[in-house]
């Protein structure tokens, strides 16, 4: 199966990637996806934009070079009661938000102050996908995550990125194993995202690949590969 779409990809507005979104849609083309996200980090990220450059994003062509964009955003979860670090109003113009924890921007909680966080921000509407929730130093309870990401049609994120060898967050290999299987037990839907950083990253999922390969893991769970699941879930007016 071949990879349709990614969304989470970043530009130099996020203070610390280092290629434009022209960079990353030539990039996009090349790879053969038809779908590409801009996912920059929200504002609570050192070093990223204003709340004006998502609200602007509405200037970006839907469709250029071929690939259909979707505008997004990597909001922050900024407290334990699933508060993202974006008003209401910006986001909600978005075609999607993934949330997610990240250490200049909450503090590592304990399991169940961490858990509670993605449960809470599975609450908010806008949020479509959980950014990579591989990280010890965040430990939650994945079986509890896993089931409400079932009941309220919420992705959770395989990150390409963490699960390089070289990667700074700790035991993704492992605990996205344990995430995988327990999203076939329950048949809770995935989706690959690079996590790109730079313009040859975008569409690059082969560690994703590999670990689901590893796992056994359904491609029908996998959003990526379904052009239904991706018409529904990113171009479906609820």
Do not use: W
Not at 4 to 31: F, M, P, Q, R, V
Not at 49 to 77: R, S
Not at 103 to 124: R, S, Y
């Amino acid at each position: 199966m071949k990879a349709l779409i990614d969304l989470h990809c970043h530009t130099i507005a996020s203070g610390h990637a280092y290629s434009t979104l022209k960079e990353n849609i030539e990039e996009a083309s090349k790879k053969g996806l038809t779908y590409l996200g801009v996912s920059d980090h929200a504002p609570g990220m050192p070093g990223s934009t204003h709340p004006y450059y998502f609200g602007n994003l509405g200037v970006v062509k839907d469709e250029i070079e071929g690939i259909k964009i979707l505008k997004g955003i990597e909001a922050n979860i900024i407290d334990y009661d699933g508060t993202i670090d974006m008003p209401e109003d910006v986001v909600g113009k978005l075609d999607y938000v993934i949330a997610s924890l990240h250490p200049p921007c909450i503090d590592f909680g304990t399991i169940e102050e961490n858990t509670q966080a993605i449960l809470k921000v599975m609450d908010n509407p806008e949020v479509k996908i959980i950014g990579h929730l591989d990280d010890s130093r965040y430990p939650v309870d994945y079986e509890t995550i896993v089931k409400k990401a079932k009941d309220k049609g919420v992705l959770l994120e395989i990150n390409n990125s963490s699960l390089r060898p070289n990667s700074f967050r700790v035991g993704a290999i492992e605990n996205a194993k344990v995430l995988l299987n327990l999203c076939k037990k329950y048949e809770t839907k995935v989706i690959f995202g690079s996590d790109a950083h730079i313009y040859y990253q975008v569409g690059s999922f082969e560690n994703c690949e590999k670990i689901v390969k590893d796992v056994d893991f359904p491609g029908n769970l996998i959003v990526n590969y379904s052009e239904e699941d991706i018409k529904n879930i990113f171009f479906v007016k609820k």
